[in-house]
């Protein structure tokens, strides 16, 4: 349903709908990030190279320049 003007269809409480509307919102948006991220995570992908070095200086690789 298309609401052209809140004033008309919700009269005095147009102002409460409207900010409930735009709480209802937000938690979704974070409940919809949620969602993805949690996905994202089970996906699998390989933890960065820097992140499973087994000891030592914690670059276990040799940054690559720009000559290779």
Do not use: C
């Not at 699998?44 to 670059?59: C, K, R, T, W």
Request: charged share 20%.
């Amino acid at each position: 349903m298309l609401v052209s003007n809140m004033g008309l269809v919700f009269g005095v409480l147009s102002d409460t709908v409207e900010v409930l509307l735009a709480v209802a919102m937000m938690i979704g948006g974070i409940y919809i990030t949620y969602l993805i991220q949690k996905w994202a995570d089970r996906s699998g992908e390989a933890p960065a190279a820097a992140n499973v070095g087994l000891g030592g200086h914690p670059d276990q690789r040799e940054p690559k320049s720009m000559r290779e």
